[in-house]
């Protein structure tokens, strides 16, 4: 019988140090489960850079779990308490988005039924564990509104913006908190989780890096258990890199693959 994995550390919620539990990154209800496979971009990018061009996704490692996504991160406190406050009401929105998503989505607003508030909670809460936790020790306001459940909204230098991921898509991810210059534009600083049917970005002091994604901060406004009928737009963007912020086509990846090195 293999041993179980016991992980210590740092709690991304709460901050106090101490084993572990796995927290699925979105919940196992919201369509993940069963085995996934995982790859880490710093080796792609060394693959890359001893290469001297862009290596293909093929040659990236990758590891397997047959739980699904997810990490070691939260305290069994935090896991338990989070998990029964808002994952249910994540799982409703999840299965809305996801009938929209398998109907090719629309050009006009869809209509959700959902408790925002709960939803917006478990959201940054799935944040907490993307990006580990310096993440709320950094935002402190943050740990509040997720720790708290009658707290409503969190600095305004944070936002959360929501997209549905392309069936086209090849591939989820996730990431911690990113930089991204462009060449005479504006900078982003954000977090990325991208896993069917949605996408989000948390974008801190700065604009998303796309342009025309759905701004679903005021979700935090309401409180976790008002209950909400809303008309959303909610843009498809593909996925099929593990680069934080790329949107870009399968068409226009494989171009890029394509194209010689210098």
Known sequence: MPKKE?????????????????????????????????????????????????AHPSE???????????????CQRCNNDTGAWYVRHYVEWSYQGMEFRLAGGSSLALPFRIFPGAVAKQIVCMFASA???GMFEANPSLRKYVL?????????????FCFMTDPRSSKTR?????????????????????????GYILAIDSEPPSKGLTDITF?????????REMHLKMPMREIHTYFPGDFRTGAEWREALDRPGP
């Open 174 to 198: 996730q990431s911690g908190i990113t930089g991204m210059l462009s060449l005479g534009g504006p900078s982003h600083t954000f977090a990325e989780i991208s896993f069917p049917p949605f």
């Open 148 to 160: 708290d459940r009658d707290a409503i909204g969190f600095d305004p230098k944070l936002r959360l």
């Open 219 to 227: 979700f935090s406004h309401n409180h976790w258990r008002a209950y």
């Open 60 to 74: 990236m490692r990758h590891r397997t779990s047959r739980r699904g996504a997810g990490r070691f991160t939260l």
């Open 6 to 54: 016991v992980h210590f550390g740092k709690c991304a919620v709460c901050g106090v140090e101490g084993r572990l539990t796995f927290e699925h990154l979105p919940p196992e209800a919201a369509f993940n489960k069963g085995s996934m496979r995982f790859s880490d971009i710093n080796h792609y990018f060394e693959r890359g850079r001893l290469a001297g061009q862009l």
């Open 131 to 133: 990006c580990g936790a």
